[in-house]
């Protein structure tokens, strides 16, 4: 049988405010256990909650973003479990009334063509703190630093059909979460944290199937194995009689698998009720439009205005513009080199090899957009071969001495005397009479030959324009 | 509407709360007792009424975010039954 794969993606992102969503506690990642944890984080009692306005605005950012209806008039909710990293036994969410209503993201797929994926919901809630159960013998470790830490919860519909399109929307949502500088979206770290609903149905049918929830998907590699993973245990199961179980089941990187979450809890039954420490939240247009009127350019219209105005390719445009320090980066390259499409070559190539091959965030890049800009600006002035450049590019990853200063040291400067680039000609010439015999007996092929020795001889610093010209000339 | 003992122990257990076999049989009829109540409410037309979501009619007011807590670390674990190198101990939770 045929199976169709459905996904909905639940993603959490950390909104990046200075204190948590209910106290005045920090939320800087990495800190002493504990030490960003008071009254409220703790649940002493008579501690009460104050909504962060910042937080708040980040929540609308992203749903404005995103083209979605933003409730006037949005409540929190109680959650209610026990977990020790959860102290006052319940989490404050949104259940019935969340800030950001129905809205969509478009992705491009491997094929070329693009898919609208909805966006169901996204809410506001508390992030929990962290228990460590191997470190004190007989005793877990409550750390609840991240207790209270903003969190905004995406839900996506079920309108994803493979792992594939899984990672696209999730690359998009990445992108757009650091345009609007909502969150530093790292997975590694934890603040952008990704469940995955998956379940399949024999193809042409419209019902679902039962669904599995695997958590703990912590990278955007893992989201699309830990999704193939479970589509061919799904299918194993019913192929060999079974059915499903709808289930929490966790992504085991190590070995690749997810497995079972087998709880001797009662069914999730999470007594939601409003929460009574908060009034509804109430905000009106002024709010919305001022929140409008500040969003950034945003990757889609980014990646139009780059074909449109440096005349890229769409594959160009779309690479460039997968983060906003890139498109950046890229900008100053093009306008100071003044060559658009040279800037999106070297930056697109050159400079990604370098970052892919070190593991290199675009900030982290030793050689700074205005230094990529003199180099690219030294090839169109015909200082330097595009060749050459290379070897300066990699001498500028190591040396930060001004562009001009590697090309002098070094002796990189294309020859462009139109007397010193005759003298190698004549010498090519002079040296190599059997293969001008072959030439001027017409075999055009043996051109390449003259012009790999005059190179060669020039250390490649001719300017191969120039080269070429005199060598058809003298070859006549 | 009856409630049976199974789910008063269910959510007993949600909750957390120790109810022992000679109590149960009474909260089941108090609990009971509340449903009726709220089967009456439920009764009552309320299609143009919003719902309600706190009894105050007010607006949440909104905190600037600014850190405002300082580092209280050693103050809090003097409180708490068990603490050790900065991590708050609890009974271990998984096995």
Redesign the interface.
């Known amino acids: 049988m045929e199976w169709e794969t459905v996904i909905g993606l639940e993603v959490h992102v950390q909104l990046s ?3 948590k969503l209910f ?4 939320t800087k990642f990495g800190a ?8 409220y984080d ?1 649940a002493l009692p008579g501690t009460l909650p ?7 605005a980040m929540a609308v950012r992203f749903g404005v973003a995103i083209g979605a209806e933003i409730s006037k008039r949005s ?1 929190f909710d109680r959650k ?1 479990y ?3 990293d959860l102290p006052k036994g319940y989490q404050v969410s949104q259940l ?2 969340p800030i950001v209503g129905k809205g969509s993201l478009t992705v491009a797929l491997e094929d070329g063509t693009e898919k609208v994926i909805g966006i169901t919901r996204a809410h506001m809630e508390e992030d929990a703190g962290k ?3 191997q ?2 013998p ?7 630093n991240r207790a209270g830490t903003p969190l905004l919860e995406i839900v996506s519909e079920p309108d994803i059909r493979s792992a594939k399109e899984a990672v696209a929307y999730l690359k998009k949502l990445h992108a757009i979460i650091r345009y609007l500088d909502i969150s530093d979206g790292n997975m590694a770290q934890g603040s952008m944290r990704c469940d995955a609903n998956v379940s399949i149905r024999p193809v042409g049918t419209t019902e679902f199937g039962n669904r599995a929830e695997i958590k703990n998907i912590n990278s955007f590699r893992f989201v699309e194995k830990a999704i193939n993973y479970e589509i061919q245990r799904q299918q194993g199961v019913i192929e060999d009689g079974g059915r499903v179980v709808q289930e929490t089941r966790l992504y085991d990187a190590d070995k690749n698998e997810t497995r079972s979450m087998r709880s001797k809890e ?1 069914a999730n ?1 999470y ?1 939601y009720f ?1 929460e ?1 420490d ?5 905000i009106d247009d002024a709010f919305i439009d001022s929140i409008r009127a500040e969003l950034p350019e945003l990757p889609d219209a980014k990646k139009a205005r780059f074909c449109r105005e440096y005349g890229l390719s769409e594959y160009d445009a779309g690479v460039l513009v997968s983060t906003r320090e890139m498109a950046d980066y890229y900008e100053v390259v093009a306008k100071q080199s003044g060559d658009t499409k040279l800037a999106a070559n070297w930056v697109t190539v050159e400079l990604q090899g370098l970052l892919n091959k070190n593991n290199w965030e675009i900030n982290d890049s030793p050689i700074q957009a205005d230094r990529l800009a003199t180099l690219i600006s030294r090839i169109q002035d015909n200082t330097i071969s595009g060749k050459l450049a290379k070897t300066v590019f990699e001498t500028m990853i190591e040396d930060s001495a001004g562009v001009d200063a590697i090309i002098k040291e070094k002796g990189l400067q294309q020859v462009t005397d139109a007397g010193a680039i005759e003298k190698l000609v004549d010498e090519v010439i002079a040296n190599n009479q059997a293969q001008v015999a072959q030439y001027r007996a017409g075999k055009e092929k043996v051109f390449g030959f003259f012009v790999g020795q005059a190179m060669k001889a020039s250390k490649g610093k001719a300017n191969p324009a120039q080269l070429n010209q005199l060598l058809k000339e003298k070859l006549k | 509407m009856a409630l049976d003992k199974s789910e008063v122990e269910k959510v007993a257990h949600l909750a957390r709360l120790h109810i022992s076999d000679a109590e149960v049989e009474e909260v089941t009829n108090r609990i009971t007792d509340i449903l009726v109540l709220i089967d009456q409410m439920q009764s009552v037309d309320t299609d143009a009424v919003e719902p309600l979501a706190h009894p105050l009619d007010a607006v949440q007011r909104l905190r600037v975010d600014v850190v405002t807590e300082t580092n209280l670390r050693d103050e809090l674990q003097s409180l708490a039954p068990h603490s050790q190198d900065g991590f708050y101990l609890v009974p271990k939770v998984l096995e």
């Open positions: 405010t200075h204190s106290s005045g506690s920090a002493a256990p504990n030490t960003q944890a008071n009254i703790l104050v909504l962060n306005k910042a937080a708040l409540v209610n026990f977990y020790p019935d009334y228990s460590l159960h470190e004190f007989g005793m877990s470790g409550i750390d609840l009662v039954d007594r409003p009574p908060l009034l509804p939240i109430v």
